[in-house]
């Protein structure tokens, strides 16, 4: 006698939903990212005390501060310029 096997189907279930974790962490990741991105102060950039500044005229006839560049070579100025 043969005994008889019975098949069963085996299929993943799929939820329709997401599970509320998963939820929650996308939104968390989300809240952080808008919140790092909206860092940081609205404005020209403030230079370091003693940092030496040098006015230039732009063509629409307003100045503009920018520090001075330095005349120090630096170890990879032979392969950026």
């Given at each position: 006698m043969q005994a008889s096997r019975s098949t069963q189907s085996v299929t993943a279930?799929?939820?329709t939903e997401p599970?509320?974790?998963?939820i929650a962490a996308i939104a968390a990741l989300?809240?952080?990212s808008l919140g790092l991105a909206a860092c940081g102060k609205k404005g020209d950039p403030e230079y370091p005390?003693?940092?030496q500044v040098?006015?230039?005229?732009?063509?629409d006839g307003t100045s503009d501060k920018r520090p001075k560049k330095s005349t120090r070579p630096f170890v990879l100025d032979?392969?950026?310029n």
């Amino acid at each position: 006698m043969q005994a008889s096997r019975s098949t069963q189907s085996v299929t993943a279930s799929h939820p329709t939903e997401p599970p509320v974790s998963r939820i929650a962490a996308i939104a968390a990741l989300l809240a952080l990212s808008l919140g790092l991105a909206a860092c940081g102060k609205k404005g020209d950039p403030e230079y370091p005390a003693g940092t030496q500044v040098e006015t230039v005229k732009k063509p629409d006839g307003t100045s503009d501060k920018r520090p001075k560049k330095s005349t120090r070579p630096f170890v990879l100025d032979g392969l950026l310029n």
